[in-house]
């Protein structure tokens, strides 16, 4: 019989992804007491476990520059903390660009990037195939590389920083499906769950794609859309490459990785409505055959060895939502990351710590608040697939 949930916690993290397991190892590491992370389902069922793997600092914004370089330098320790092996990999990030203003933008943000120290380089046609050999060049102008960047395995992750965080005194809590969260005025009050009731000051929302719906539960708006995407793995391809970059043909969003002896590959259908529809289903295929005739044609005969569908996390301007309510004390939030929170989560891990203990992050989230959306100006990522 499990042990009952606790009567009460400092911090209570709902979500148990990435971003919760992280949050919750740096809080019990600086020496919060009682964090209670909440989890409806299984650590990592959410989109972190059906994310492709892909870590990079390979963007176009200097926050988000930051946030993945940060995050590339943690996964690089993780074996020495947390203090688990993820199967880190890093070959490199190859956009292959076949647009003019695709080619202007990876310039800029190659600029950024190397005022950053990051080696990303913008490289020719030729050399693209160089490194991903399946390839085919038609049609290319230019390519930008990153050869700092990789993939490695989420659950890995996942289970470094719940294993570690547990070590260091957090109760995480899996099948406990949050109810609602009160407040009394604008002060959290307590957490309602199913399996019973928190009385805490505190809480991080940290619910992906369903993050939305949690935190109207406090009465705040985090606009958040799920958006389904799919992934293939192929079967074995003799002859792949062993350092393979992750590889991103960015006109159409088709990309693909080494994935044991054969390939992890997936694309963006412009036609998939919203929603938190995850069957799998066959209408996005002829889009991405397309993508690969053009594109990587030898990986048309690969056969298919398995798949599944996840959900992205979307924001109107394709970055996150990081910060504390404005309307409610200290409920804090880190999500919509549309696309890159996997590969952010170590980082954000960080930043949410110092917000909660009033430190002076490594890095200005205030452009990541939620209340940019109240403003004329927005940001918007442009790197993204």
């Known amino acids: 019989m499990s042990t009952p949930l606790p009567s009460r916690a400092d911090v209570v993290v709902v979500g148990g992804g990435v971003m919760g397991t992280s949050i919750a190892f740096h809080l019990a590491e600086a020496g919060v007491r009682d964090v209670v992370l909440v ?3 299984s650590l990592g069922s959410g989109s972190t476990c059906k994310a ?6 390979n963007f176009s914004d200097r926050l988000n520059i930051a946030l993945g370089a940060r995050s590339l330098d943690l996964f690089h320790q993780f074996a020495e903390r947390p203090g688990q092996e993820i199967d880190l990999r890093t070959p490199g990030y190859l956009f292959l660009l076949s647009r003019p203003e695709d080619v202007a933008l990876f310039e800029a943000s190659t600029t950024l990037q190397n005022e950053a120290g990051l080696p990303t380089r913008m ?18 102008l230019a390519a930008c590389f990153s050869p700092s960047d990789g993939h490695c395995t989420p659950e890995s992750v996942v289970l470094g920083y719940a294993a570690a965080a547990r070590r260091l005194g957090a109760v995480l809590r899996t099948g406990c499906e949050v109810l609602d969260i009160d407040a009394v005025g604008n002060e959290i009050r307590r957490v309602v769950t199913n399996q019973g009731v928190i009385e805490t000051s505190t809480v991080i929302c940290v619910a992906g794609a369903w993050s939305a719906s949690v935190a109207a539960m406090a009465g705040v708006e985090l606009p958040v859309t799920p958006l389904k995407r799919q992934v293939l793995i192929t079967e074995a391809i003799p002859g792949l490459p062993p350092e393979l970059p992750m590889t991103i043909d960015f006109s159409s969003s ?24 995850l069957a799998q289903t066959d209408t996005w295929l002829p889009g991405l055959t397309s993508a690969m005739e053009r594109r990587a044609p030898a990986i048309l005969d690969a056969g298919v060895a398995s798949g599944w569908a996840g959900l992205y996390e979307i924001t109107p301007d394709h970055n996150a939502l990081i910060g504390e309510a404005e309307g409610v004390n200290r409920l804090l939030y880190a999500t919509g990351f549309s696309g890159h929170g996997f590969l952010q989560g170590p980082a954000v891990g960080e930043v949410i710590r110092d917000l909660y203990l009033g430190r002076t992050p490594f890095v200005d989230v205030t452009p990541l608040d939620v209340r940019r959306f109240h403003n004329t100006t927005q940001r918007r990522e442009l790197n993204v697939v």
Do not use: K, N, W
């Open 123 to 140: 490289i020719s046609p030729a050399e693209a195939h160089r490194l991903s050999p399946l390839i085919s060049t038609d049609g290319l």
């Open 39 to 41: 989890e409806r389902d």
């Open 52 to 57: 492709a793997g892909g870590v990079r600092a």
């Open 254 to 277: 088709f990309y693909f990785h080494g994935e044991g002896q054969g390939l992890l590959l997936g694309m963006s259908d412009p036609d998939q409505p919203p929603g938190f529809d």
